[in-house]
């Protein structure tokens, strides 16, 4: 197993838009390689930093960074970020950060059936629990798998690779990436396969599906925006279309007020925005850091700033 790395992306810009108190409660819910969490916990003094993730390399690699630091590294998802802080008497939060989507490390250790580009068993668990890939694709039926291709993969030829993969696991059940990947690649006419890999939606569909990425992310800014003090910051970085739909949708509820018919002469409803934009665009990377780093080109972070707990009322800051 190769050491972990991962490339931290929008550090401070991220970091920055929280706007860490030295006195604050912070949580990172996708530790990675400790990147934000170390710059976090290095503008604490009597506050502290919790960092959590489902990988237990990235736990490992986290808990070697922060050491020496006012940090604690939890092994468990984001989306179970309510039993983690319970676990550790933590009540409400100042600020959390959400760097989403697959790590560096994951990609490139061949292992871990992540990659198109390496050989190995179609696995793709992040937390090593659960279905792997080749599960899903030797028991799901030919509509199950459509409708994972297209809803997480966006994949135009959803129907095709479908029905390929039927037709295969008849004879032999797919057991390893590249065997997947050339599957792929056989139902994509010739002039689509000069535009990228024809397998990267496939596997970016399937590590969402066996992952439950998009619930977990729903979960995850739910719980977390609920914990979040008035004045407090939820900082989320999305890497596909998919997942800033889900985290726009969101914050679109969390900085919605008056709620009432709009031929109503006045607001019946009461309901006024639990949330404030910090960011009115989503924040890019710089070009610096996208020549530095290729796998930032898609990042895209996106901050608000709780205003009270209930849109009809609650606690003010």
Request: charged share 25%; hydrophobic share 35%; with cysteine.
């Amino acid at each position: 197993m190769q050491p972990f790395s991962h490339e931290t992306v929008l550090l401070y810009e991220t970091v920055d838009a929280l706007n860490v108190r030295p006195d604050g409660i912070y949580l990172d819910g996708t530790a990675g390689g400790g990147g934000h969490s170390e710059l976090i916990a290095k503008r604490l003094t009597t506050g502290r930093l919790y960092a959590t993730d489902i990988d237990p390399d990235a736990v490992a690699a986290a808990t070697a960074r922060l050491a020496g630091l006012p940090a604690t590294v939890l092994h468990g998802s984001y989306a179970d970020l309510d039993r983690l802080l319970d676990g550790q008497g933590v009540d409400r939060l100042d600020g959390m950060v959400l760097d989403l989507g697959v790590s560096s490390h994951q990609l490139d250790e061949g292992e871990r059936g992540f990659s198109y580009k390496q050989d190995a068993p179609l696995d793709m668990r992040m937390g090593g629990n659960g279905p792997t890939a080749a599960d899903i694709l030797a028991g799901y039926s030919k509509q199950e798998l459509i409708r994972v291709l297209r809803d997480y993969g966006d994949e135009a030829f959803a129907p095709a690779i479908a029905s390929a993969i039927v037709a295969q696991r008849e004879r032999q059940p797919l057991q390893s990436t590249l065997q997947l990947a050339e599957l792929v690649a056989s139902c994509y006419p010739a002039a689509k396969r000069r535009s990228g890999n024809p397998a990267r939606k496939t596997f970016q569909a399937l590590r969402i599906e066996v992952n439950g990425e998009t619930d977990n992310i729903k979960n995850g800014i739910t719980a977390g925006f609920a914990r979040l003090k008035p004045g407090g910051r939820l900082a989320v970085i999305t890497f596909h279309s998919l997942e800033d739909r889900i985290v726009k949708t969101l914050f679109k509820d969390y900085l919605t007020g008056c709620i009432c018919d709009k031929s109503a002469p006045v607001c019946v409803c009461g309901r006024t925005p639990r949330a404030r934009l910090i960011t009115r665009k989503p924040v890019l990377p710089s070009a610096q850091e996208t020549e530095h780093n290729r796998r930032s080109r898609s990042a895209r972070l996106r901050v608000i700033e709780k205003i009270k707990d209930s849109p009809y009322g609650g606690q003010e800051g």
